[in-house]
Structure formats: C-alpha cells, structure tokens
C-alpha cells in the first residue's frame, strides 16, 4: 500500500469499498443498456414511420443535399454520417437495401438486382435522390419532432412525419439482443385501398406481395405474428413434355441459389433432369430440360419438396411504440398508420389554418393602415414609442373583427411597408387577395370538419399518381401439401436376403426386388407371421425367413394382404384380409393370433384390393372327406391387420395353391377435382369427377380452345384458371362448343366428337387467330345456351335459349362450326344440366393379370365393366 493510502481516513476506504460495483452488477446493467441500444437505435422499425435510425438518418442527409438532381451515393453516405455514429459500411448496405424497393428513393447505376443476387456497384459509382413519392408523403419539417444528433451539432428527426404505412410496403427484417423482427412488403396500392376501406368503416385483411414474384399461400399467415408461416413458390410452367420454366422465384431466394439446389436435388438423386439454364435478363426465366421417360407434374411436384422452388417464411411483426418493442399484427399497424395520416393531415391544416389567419389579419390590418392615413398621423411623433401608441389607437375602432389581439409585433410590421408599397396600394386587389385568403380559408374549415373524407381523397390521390405499374405481383393462391415420398426421383434399388434376413440397397448380389428413393419406407412380413416397416438403408437386419419386402405407402387404402395361416396352439389354419395404414417404424406387429409354432403359409399383397381363388390340399392322413377345395378370398371381408381371421380349415394342410388371379374387390376410385389448387384428390375435396376404373381418363377443355385428355393420377397438376371443364372423359358424348373468333369478330358453335387418343397432348379446336377464346362448351346430350343479341339500329336487346344440337350437326373436331348469329353478340352462358348424377359405379373390376403365385405380390389390370349411363332428362325445348 501507498504512502497515500496509508493518510487516506478510514471513513474515506470505506466509503470507496461500498461505492464498488461488482462484476455481475456491471454485466447485468451494461448486457441490458447494449440491448436496449441494439432494439432501439440499429434493428426495430419504430411504427410512425417504419424505418430503423440508419434509413432515417439516410433520409434526412437526402432532403438536406436535395435540389431535384441526383448526387453520388458516396456523398449521401459522407452526409449521413454527421447523424449516424457508425461506419459507411452499414450507412451504404442500408442505402442499397431502400434503393432496391423502388419506392423512396430514384437511383442511377447499377443498383444490384434481388433476383439474381448481384451486387451493387461501389458507391462512388452510383447516384440517387429522393423520389417524388417521398418527397410528397415523408417529409414536413412543419409537423416532425426534432432531437440533437450523436454529437450534437446538428438537429435530426426522432421520427419522420410518414403519412402512409411505410413498414408494410416496404417491410423490414432486423435481429436485436433477444429478439428479431421480419414484417413481410405488401401491395402498394392494396395498402392504400385497405387505409380507406378502415376510414369508411370496414374491417381489412392485407396479406403480402413480393417483388420477385411468384405464388404464396397466406392460409397461415395470421397478420404476420409470431408462429406464423407463409410458404411461397416459383411459378414453374411446362413449356412441353421434355422442358418446365421457372418463370417466378420465391421471395428471399435468387436464381444462383435457386439453380443450386436444383442440382444438388438432382445430384442426390431427388428428381431426374438433364440441364438446367439460366435465361434470365430483364425477367425471370430458368429452363429445366427433363431426363428422358420423366413425367412433367411429377418433377413439378419434387422442385417444390426438394429445392428452394417452395421455401416457408416466419415473418415476427415487432416494432418500436413508446420506446418499447412490441410483437402486434400487420393489420393493426395498418390501422395506428392510418390514424396517425389523418393525425398528421389534421396538424398540416390546422398549420395553415394558422398560417391563412395571420395572412388575413396582416392583410387586414396593411388596408386599414393604407386606407385611413394613419401612416400620416405618425409624420409629428418624436419618439418610437409615440409612433407604435399613434398606430395602435388608430387600429382601436376596427380590434373587435380581428381573431386576436393585436400585438406590438403586429405593428412594427406595419412600420416597415416601404412607402413605394403604400403609394402603389390597390384596394380591389388587396380586396381580391382577401377574398382568395377567405376561401381557402373556408376550404381548410371544410376539410377540418370532414378530415376522413379529408384522408380517403387523400390516399386516392396517392393511389392516382403513384399506384400505375404496382399492381401485385405475388399470386394468392392454396397450396397442397406435397408428400416427398410419392414424386421423389426412384434413385435407389431394393434388394432382398430372404434366407439371412437382410435387406437394403447395397445389397446388390441378392435377390432385386423393386426400384425406390432412399426417403422409402420398406414393410417386410416373416415366415413367423410378424410384419415391421423401417426406413430403407444400405443394409438391415430385418429377422430370417422374410417373405415378402416391398415399398410401404402410410395411409394406402387400396393395399389389401390376403393371408393364411397356421395357428400353432389350435392346429387350425386361419384366413385373413387386411390392410396397413399406419404403423410406428421398426415395431414388430404380430399377424397371427401370436402363439408358439404359428406360421404364414400364404401370402399376396395387393395394391389394387384383389382377391384371388386358391386351392388348398390338405394331408393324406387328414381326416377329411374332402381333401382337395377351393376358397374365395373375395368371400370374406378386409379388416385391420389385429384381427385373428376366419378358420380355413381344423385339419392339417399340405400345401395352397393359387388357382385363379382376382379382381379388385375395392371397386373404382371416386376421384374429385379441387379447383382451389387445381388437384385430383380421392378425399372428397370439389367436384366429383365419377368413379374410376383401369384405363378410365379424364378430358380438360381450356379457356383458349383447347382440349387435352389426360390420366387419372392424383399427381397431374391443372392450371384452374385456365379450365373451361374438366370431367371423366367418354369418348361417345359429343362436345358442343361456342367461340369467339378474333379474326373475324363472330362467334361461331359446333359440335363434335374427340377423334384423338394421344394422352397429355393439348389439341386446338377453334379458331387459332389472336383473341380467340371458348366462351361455353359441354358434354350433355342435350347441351342449352341462353344468347343475348343487339338487333337494329334502335340497339333492341333480346335474348333467346336455344338446343344446340337444333343449331348445327356433329362435325369433325376441326370444323369451323356454324355463325352463331347475324346480329350483335352479347354474351352466350350455358343452361346448366338438369341430368341427375349416377349413382357410384358398382364395386366389380376385372381380372388379375398376374403370374405370381403362393407368396407372391397380386397385380390387377381392371376392366370397366358398367353399363353406360342413362339417356339425360330432356328439358323443355323453348
């Protein structure tokens, strides 16, 4: 210790120790006021104006170096740092990031590109300036709040007098101590119509638009609060069989990334595709040329499952209110952002309220000085103070009209009009800018009174001016839920070791048994009676004496396991059909009744629901009269795989033999169509489109003319918005048609027969000039049209309904078809049917064309063996 301290007082040494601050102490208050910097100055948006202090900042040095020309973005950056205390790194990141959402700020150069992920030039090279967009609802230093910058040499806004929900167009993403942000951009003008929808009263619902584009499904979105999603798209179309274009990409990915990890996917064996091109320029364009013998709907179906085509968004709506970060939803900042426009319009007019006040005052005051010579009675004052008493007594007899008290002010103003203004003095135009003053004086009243309908033309003069060319661009739509399993790429071959019990894909010298993807599952079923499903892999023990190993589909219905067993307590042989629908993997489940010596004999299974006849030979010593029989899968009735079956027979049995391959017992599909999302789907979602058997297919009518005939598969995309009908296809119902032809301005109607088979080929039967389009078309036997027509000059409106079949033949497909009317064509609109729906198709199908017997696997080819429907109930013929 010091000499010092040794003369230090003892009271003093204590007083130094218990000012002390432990380390925990200085943790705790310095983490919290580094948090509470971080939240408040670098990464939340504050509500009134949406923006983070580095963009206001940025802002700010804008409208000070603005003279309408554009200004190096360095010298932006350099003037921005008088008020931001931190580098020009973050200063010019901030900068490009605002310039790229072409809202507030005009650039020049090249400012990077979001779809490509290109970087922008260095900012010495690049120039920009306020838009006229900012310009005009930003900034009034009349109504902004003011504070000291860092240093305090210069003022800055605390937050710029917005009058438009900035936060929302432009959306915002920030990570503070503790917590992050992410709103999500919305539509310009959708934004401006739900401000006035909330001014007139009613409630609002805004869901995002990105500017890069493509599909977005907002069924979760939940005005963008914590724990909710928005899964967004690539609009991919199929330019034909060999090759899809991505037209779109998802918000938040560029098109390197995009490309990326389409070739890992396909590197992994996900999706099969030859090469991928990138033909971007001034739009989006990636082209994905197919592998050959690769389905268009499925490769679709795995870019959305396996590469960035479908990325999911959690957007976490927290902004700065009251100097506190508050987690609050996009349709309620709508609403305070609306609320403070019609605040901030209110100060704007009643600031010049004020301002028209003093105008008409002064001016009032100036004629009564001019008019009356009191300019004159101050000629003989010898003092100042004489002069300012002499006006104002002068002023007395005419105080009562003014809005306030004259102030002293008010008349050392008048002392100082020029004597070349009081000579040249015009009563009739003071009168007359009086009279204007009085008027716009009376418009601002107005408007104070009616400040909503104030606001609502307000944003409609916003919308007016700036809203061309921001119309959405992100389309709203309700996406399926894609299974990976089922469109993944088959980049794998299952193998099987029955006698050891090992299966996998490494496995190659054993025994092949189907091609797969290594996100399968495989179910296998043992000699024992006891079945597992687990995921597939190089190599796994599955227990010896496997007898059958195959591809497993959670939830398949249609997969029926017909199986006989021996029961190894009874002595009894049991028969059984079940199915499998859901199971916990790598558990074993026990199909017999789970007693010691019970064994599997026979086994199928059957992805359509056949049931086969076997032959069952009993014994020679068996106590049987009869020692030779057949059974009928198809007699007893599929159940869950738990249950013990029906007794096949008491006695011992020598050997089962398949005797004849069956038919599904399952019936055909009811397939629906979901318009919604444009899918097939058997879980009764839409339209049902009929019950579905073997090669039954479906035929689509689009909107330009155009027919295609397709399958049935649940995995066939539909665009729905293109759809004229889609239905179950038969090839005798004859198509009647109305079109328009753009060529010659007529509509025209035909009928016809479908005279082609080539599936997933579009075929046009109308006119192929521009314009042309289908305006009604229908399979009914006795298909009506209600035809609206302009005759004469005197523009009589009539309309007619007509049979089609009673207006032309049936022709070829390609026939033009006969003039629809001589007279002016309104509209045409399809009569709906008056046909009842068929009751659903029995439960029949065809026979099995399988080879495979004893423990083999049932394959069906199903015949439609109905009758065809019935003849349709004629309406009354007008």
């Not at 809202?103 to 838009?131: F, H, K, V």
């Not at 967009?133 to 710029?160: C, H, M």
């Not at 091609?515 to 023990?541: A, P, W, Y």
Request: glycine content about 8%; overall charge negative.
């Amino acid at each position: 210790m010091s000499e010092l301290d040794n003369n230090q007082p003892e009271e003093e040494k204590n007083d130094s120790l218990h000012d002390s601050l432990p380390v925990t102490g200085m943790y705790e208050n310095w983490f919290l006021d580094y948090a509470s910097y971080v939240i408040l100055e670098r990464a939340v948006p504050a509500i009134e104006d949406g923006l983070k202090p580095v963009q206001r900042r940025i802002l700010h040095a804008m409208k000070e170096m603005d003279d309408g020309r554009y200004n190096k973005v360095a010298n932006i950056i350099g003037q921005s740092m008088q008020y931001h205390p931190h580098g020009d790194a973050s200063i010019g990141d901030a900068m490009v990031n605002m310039g790229q959402k072409e809202l507030l700020i005009d650039t020049q150069g090249n400012w990077g590109d979001i779809r490509t992920g290109d970087g922008a030039a260095a900012s010495r090279y690049i120039e920009a300036r306020l838009s006229k967009f900012a310009l005009d609802v930003v900034f009034n230093p009349q109504t902004t709040k003011w504070q000291l910058s860092y240093d305090g040499r210069k003022k800055e806004p605390i937050t710029l007098p917005v009058k438009f929900p900035l936060l929302l167009a432009q959306g915002v993403e920030g990570i503070a101590v503790g917590l992050s942000t992410k709103v999500l951009p919305h539509n310009f003008c959708e934004l401006i119509q739900a401000s006035i929808d909330l001014l007139k009263g009613k409630r609002v619902n805004i869901f995002p638009d990105f500017p890069t584009g493509g599909q977005a499904d907002f069924s979760e979105y939940n005005e963008g609060l914590r724990g909710s999603r928005v899964k967004v798209r690539a609009k991919i179309e199929e330019a034909d069989n060999k090759t899809l274009l991505i037209k779109d990409i998802p918000f938040g990915t560029t098109t390197t990334g995009l490309i990326e990890s389409i070739i890992k996917a396909n590197d992994k064996g996900k999706i099969k595709i030859k090469k991928v091109v990138d033909n971007t320029a001034k739009d989006v364009e990636i082209a994905i040329q197919l592998a050959p013998g690769t389905s268009p709907d499925i490769t679709i179906d795995a870019l959305y499952a396996f590469t960035d085509c479908e990325v999911s968004i959690s957007p976490n709506a927290c902004v700065i209110i009251d100097d506190k970060p508050v987690f609050i939803g996009v349709n309620d900042i709508l609403k305070y952002n609306t609320q403070q426009t019609v605040s901030l319009l209110t100060q704007e007019l009643e600031i010049r309220k004020g301002e028209l006040l003093e105008k008409l005052l002064f001016s009032s005051l100036e004629k009564i000085f001019i008019e009356n010579r009191i300019y004159r009675d101050i000629e003989e004052c010898e003092t100042w103070e004489a002069v300012l008493q002499t006006i104002d007594q002068g002023l007395t007899p005419y105080k009562p009209q003014f809005y306030r008290e004259i102030t002293q002010e008010d008349i050392i103003k008048l002392t100082e009009i020029k004597i070349k203004r009081i000579s040249k003095f015009d009563a009739f135009k003071a009168d007359e800018l009086m009279k204007r003053l009085e008027d716009e004086l009376a418009e601002v009243n107005h408007h104070l009174a009616n400040i909503t309908d104030y606001a609502i033309d307000y944003y409609k003069g916003l919308l007016t001016k700036y809203g061309k060319g921001r119309e959405r661009k992100t389309e709203i739509k309700a996406f399926d839920t894609i299974a990976a399993s089922a469109v993944a790429a088959n980049n794998q071959k299952l193998y099987i070791n029955r006698a050891d019990g090992f299966i996998g894909y490494g496995l190659k010298k054993d025994e092949f048994v189907t091609d797969c993807s290594d996100i399968d599952d495989v179910i296998v079923f043992r000699r024992d009676g006891v079945c597992l499903v687990t995921k597939i892999q190089e190599k796994v023990f599955v227990g010896k004496d496997i007898l059958y190993a195959g591809i497993f589909r959670k939830g398949d219905e249609r997969m029926v396991y017909n199986l006989i067993y021996l029961d190894g307590q009874s002595g009894k042989t049991m028969v059984k059909r079940f199915q499998i629908l859901g199971v916990t993997r790598d558990k074993e489940y026990d199909l017999t009744k789970g007693t010691k010596g019970s064994k599997v004999m026979y086994l199928t299974a059957n992805p359509n629901g056949e049931a086969e006849i076997v032959t069952v030979f009993l014994t020679a010593g068996a106590k049987a009269r009869i020692k030779v029989f057949d059974f009928d899968f198809a007699t007893i009735e599929i159940k869950g795989r738990g249950a013990g079956g029906n007794i096949l027979t008491k006695y011992p049995v020598r050997k089962i033999q398949l005797k004849m391959e069956g038919a599904s017992t399952l019936g055909g599909l009811d397939i629906y169509y979901d318009e919604s999302i444009g899918r097939l789907n058997t879980d009764q979602r839409g339209r049902h489109l009929g019950n579905f058997l073997g090669n039954d297919q479906i035929i689509v009518f689009y909107k330009n003319g155009e027919y295609e005939i397709t399958s049935y598969e649940l995995t066939n995309r539909y665009e729905a918005e293109q759809i004229q009908l889609i239905e179950k296809f038969d090839p005798e119902a004859v198509v009647s048609a109305v079109y328009f032809d753009g060529a010659s301005k007529n509509y025209y109607v035909k009928r016809f027969l479908i005279e082609t088979s080539t599936a997933n080929k579009k075929f046009n039967f109308i006119s192929e000039a521009r314009n042309s389009k289908l305006m009604v078309v229908s399979t009914d036997k006795q298909a009506q049209i209600e035809v609206s027509v302009i005759k004469g000059k005197e523009k009589i409106k009539e309309t007619n309904e007509y049979d089609v079949d009673m207006l032309i033949d049936v022709k070829g497909w390609k026939a033009v078809g006969n003039k629809l009317s001589i007279h002016e064509v309104k509209s045409v609109k399809l009569i709906p049917s008056k046909k009842e729906t068929p009751a659903p198709s029995p439960k029949t199908g065809g026979a099995d064309s399988s080879d495979n017997a004893g423990f083999g696997v049932g394959q069906t080819i199903s015949l439609d063996l109905r009758k065809p429907d019935g003849e349709d109930s004629q309406p009354e013929l007008f």
